[in-house]
């Protein structure tokens, strides 16, 4: 569905910084009637917003029926190429569904903690209790995060670093019970874990894993965040051909389970998604990725977005939480950098935007 649309402000009026989250997403996208659905969903929601100063807002939504956020990245790379001129894209499109069927039979072979059946309590949290804020890592911040863990581990990425810290900072800001378990899941993208690689070239369906790091919640907060480093570069080691063969037969033999909500949260890395190249031929965007933290109504979700302001460039964190659970995040982050009493980020506070 193509929606087009106009407003009555300028792209100044969006401040200086422009990040996550913005107060005016639910114009930007419109919430089609009766979409609630994951099976009524259009298949690729797209809204383009004129801008009185002649700018424009593209926005998007992902079905995940199609295809997952690096089919995405593909098709909107292919939609700018012709739009400024190409014949066709430079990738070509590959259906090949055959490529990630299940076996027949099929059979789990590895352990998908990702997926484990818990009984949900019910939710004490109103929705308008929940409020989003974004974080801004500056490389000062990242130098100070990886210095609070051992040596062997600080060759880890940064997406090992901020999906450890988010973790840690959440777990401590929820009050969990220290016998509670918690989990944080990983997207990964796993066409590069396929032996026949080449057949993947194209391919923008599904091909992505949620490998889980799992502990409690006392072992988590009460280890340093080396702790919490290990387990998920762990997790992330678990995802190959054959656990993505055993993900496809785990969807058929518990029909299309859902991952874990229970005390979970699930970190997105979009540093490589290349959405800031966009280009219709009118130049790059002056901001790309995510609109706000948050899966739909599954608040654990978040992103670490590429991201520039005045303080430099840098990576966004956009998370959702309960108005008090989100001081206490904000708190421990504070203070996990403030342990390090490093004079190249003295006095250098997290950059935040909330509505």
Not at 206 to 212: E, K, L, R, S, T
Not at 215 to 243: D, F, H, M, S
Not at 245 to 257: F, G, Q, T
Request: net charge neutral; hydrophobic share 40%; aromatic share 10%.
């Amino acid at each position: 569905m193509f929606i087009e649309a106009e407003a009555d402000i300028t792209l100044d009026q969006f401040g200086d910084a422009l990040q996550p989250p913005f107060p005016c997403f639910q114009e930007i996208l419109h919430d089609v009637p009766g979409s609630e659905k994951i099976i009524d969903r259009s298949i690729r929601l797209i809204q383009v917003t004129r801008l009185k100063c002649g700018g424009f807002i593209l926005a998007l939504s992902l079905n995940h029926t199609l295809g997952d956020a690096a089919g995405l990245r593909q098709f909107i790379h292919a939609w700018t190429e012709m739009a400024r001129g190409a014949n066709q894209p430079s990738i070509q499109p590959v259906w090949r569904r055959e490529i990630l069927m299940a076996r027949d039979p099929p059979h789990i072979t590895c352990n998908h903690r990702e997926y484990e059946q818990i009984i949900l309590p019910q939710n004490t949290i109103k929705e308008e209790d929940i409020v989003h804020q974004s974080f801004f890592f500056t490389p000062a911040h990242l130098v100070a995060i990886r210095c609070l863990v051992p040596v062997h581990l600080r060759q880890c990425t940064t997406f090992d670093l901020i999906a450890a810290c988010y973790w840690y900072c959440r777990t401590k800001a929820l009050q969990l019970k220290p016998e509670e378990e918690v989990r944080l899941m990983c997207v990964v993208n796993a066409r590069s874990r396929f032996t026949d690689r080449s057949s993947l070239v194209g391919y923008y369906g599904n091909c992505i894993a949620f490998p889980a790091a799992v502990t409690t919640a006392g072992k988590l907060c009460g280890n340093p965040l080396g702790y919490a480093v290990e387990l998920i570069r762990k997790a992330k080691a678990q995802v190959t051909e054959e656990y993505m063969n055993s993900v496809a037969d785990l969807m058929v033999i518990k029909e299309r389970c859902s991952f874990t909500d229970l005390r979970s949260c699930i970190v997105s890395d979009w540093t490589r998604a290349k959405f800031a190249e966009v280009d219709f031929g009118w130049g790059g965007p002056v901001y790309s990725g995510a609109a706000k933290g948050g899966l739909g109504s599954f608040s654990g979700g978040t992103f670490i977005v590429p991201h520039k302001n005045a303080k430099g460039e840098g990576v966004i964190l956009p998370i959702c939480l309960s108005s008090e659970d989100m001081k206490r995040f904000a708190k421990e982050l504070d203070e996990m950098l403030g342990s390090q009493n490093d004079a190249t980020i003295s006095g250098s506070r997290f950059v935040t935007s909330t509505i």
